[in-house]
């Protein structure tokens, strides 16, 4: 298949090339398309081929349910079998905009769009290009990360392209993301809500809409006993091809401990890249060494952290060392997104 890549400035003032991707969803096909958090894959959520076909594109395990994106409130009553008062509070607050509730889902909603399940996670993006698709289109979107299942979630347009060019039909090339890294999602189907996946609406500014709020215990750690609650969240994900380990300690400490490790791998002929920040990316001595931005900017460094990843890739290094991060306000949902990557291997330096 060949894919059409269509240019749209972040704006959507260009009406008639949202139209042409609109008339693709109705279809029942697959387009790619740029949200504020990462671009993400659509299709008509209420069609169960359309559903379908994501899982293929993908290559996604058919359990892993899809998020329903809306247009507006009322979109969310066409889907849900009951919208909980929190839903309301919550979409007033932060809607459009980085955050998705898991609600109980109605007969609209096909079982291949929620991966078999009951309830259907949902979320207003606060982007002109992918809020003119969805009313364009007519339908609601259903819309996973534009990866090949596993990979870092796209960024940026090209990203789409190198995993997804030649298995889908349309790429709306919208720019940059803003933020970089995937919504929270907060689930409103048990007697408290608890947070599935961190992101940029942190568990403190639900807590301050919705009172009672707490994380699902399986995101933090990585035991048999506590399996994390969003399906999607215990795959391997969101990695690079290279052998990923964090090293965690004090900034020297840190430093010195890379070094080493590098030193003696590239000794054995390994190509090692090294994830750091603008502050400490001159002490470093690597194959590639790639600053993700400064301490100071952690919403720099959530914008940044899945095209360096895939940065290193294209660098084809073996190993790849990173320091840590700060794990508050949206440094949560980073370190959350670097431990998966590292498949939770971590050194104290
Ligand atoms: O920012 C985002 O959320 C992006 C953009 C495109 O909107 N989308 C995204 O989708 O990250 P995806 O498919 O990569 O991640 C969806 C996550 C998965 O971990 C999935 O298991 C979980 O949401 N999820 C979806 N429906 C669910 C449900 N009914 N119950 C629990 N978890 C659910
Ligand atoms: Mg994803």
Redesign the pocket.
């Known amino acids: 298949m060949e894919t059409k890549i269509l240019k749209t400035d972040g704006q959507a003032t260009d009406v008639n090339i949202i139209k042409e991707a609109a008339q693709v969803i109705r279809e029942g096909g697959l387009v790619a398309f740029p949200?504020e958090?990462?671009?993400?894959l659509g299709a008509d959520a209420c069609n169960l081929e359309a559903s379908r076909k994501i899982y293929a594109a993908k290559g996604r395990p058919s359990d892993?349910?899809?998020?329903v994106?809306i247009a507006c409130f009322a979109d969310l009553e066409r889907i849900a079998l009951e919208v909980p008062g929190q839903a309301r509070a919550l979409a007033d607050a932060f809607w459009p905009g980085?955050l998705?509730m898991?609600v109980k889902k109605n007969a609209a909603v096909p079982s291949e769009t929620?991966?078999g399940?009951e309830?259907?996670?949902v979320?207003m993006?606060d982007h002109p290009v992918a809020l003119m698709l969805i009313r364009e289109s007519g339908c609601l979107i259903a819309?996973?990360?534009?990866n090949i299942s596993g990979r870092p979630?796209p960024t940026i347009a090209a990203h789409v392209a190198a995993d997804l060019e030649g298995r889908i039909p349309v790429i709306l090339d919208g720019g940059e993301v803003g933020i970089g890294i995937?919504?929270t999602?907060v689930?409103l189907t048990e007697e408290t809500p608890s947070i599935?996946?961190p992101?940029a609406v942190t568990e403190a500014m639900i807590a301050s809409v919705i009172g009672a709020v707490q994380t699902d215990p399986g995101l933090l750690s990585e035991d048999s006993a506590n399996r994390p609650?969003?399906?999607?969240?215990k795959y391997r994900h969101y990695a690079p091809e290279a052998e990923l380990i964090v090293v965690d300690g004090s900034k020297e400490a840190v430093i010195q401990r890379i070094n080493a490790l590098a030193y003696e791998l590239k000794a054995q002929g390994k190509r090692v890249g090294i994830l750091c920040t603008d502050e400490t990316s001159a002490a470093y001595r690597g194959n590639v060494i790639r600053s993700i931005g400064s301490r100071v900017d952690e919403e720099a460094i959530a914008r940044h952290l899945y095209r360096v990843l895939r940065e290193f890739d294209e660098a084809k290094t073996d190993v790849i060392y990173s320091e840590s991060f700060a794990a508050s306000g949206i440094g949560q949902a980073v370190m959350n997104r670097l431990l998966k990557a590292a498949g939770h291997r971590v050194l104290w330096a």
């Open positions: 949200t958090t990462v671009y993400g892993n349910p899809l998020i994106h980085p998705t898991i929620t991966g399940l309830t259907v996670a979320r993006p819309a996973p990360s534009a979630s995937e919504s999602i689930d599935l996946r992101g609650k969003a399906p999607g969240m």
